[in-house]
């Protein structure tokens, strides 16, 4: 394996890590909820049909600033090119087995693989062994069968 030292770019990867530690750390903080996002995004959905202002409020703006970043950060430099090399059938799948993998493990990578590697909780890093395992072997698998 070889860094592509020519697109390496250790200090936006440092700023990027600063923000989602300091996001993270906030939302701790000031409520005392994990930024985990399947929980905040099933959260929401339950706090709407439950009518729970308190509850869903801080969800929606959380998720609000996900979606709206992008935009806020393209007022100061052109967004990097998005290319997606897989067909939509493969799209659908893959989402459908991590939201699975997601309900399995009682979180997903930022609940698990930030917050709580973050806090020293097992479960977490029990975790993020399974789904970076998941990952490194569905990789080579895919690379092994020319995929």
Known sequence: MQIDWLHFTPFSALLGGALIALSVALLWQGLGRIAGMSGILA?????LLKRNQ????WRLAFITGLVFAPWLYALFAPLPPVLIAAQWPAIVIAGLIVGIGTRLGSGCTSGHGV???ARFSLRSLVATLC???AGFITVFLLRQLGI
Do not use: D, P
């Open 131 to 133: 789904f970076m395992s």
């Open 43 to 47: 959260g929401l959905m339950q706090g």
């Open 54 to 57: 308190q509850e869903w409020m």
């Open 115 to 117: 917050c709580g590697l």
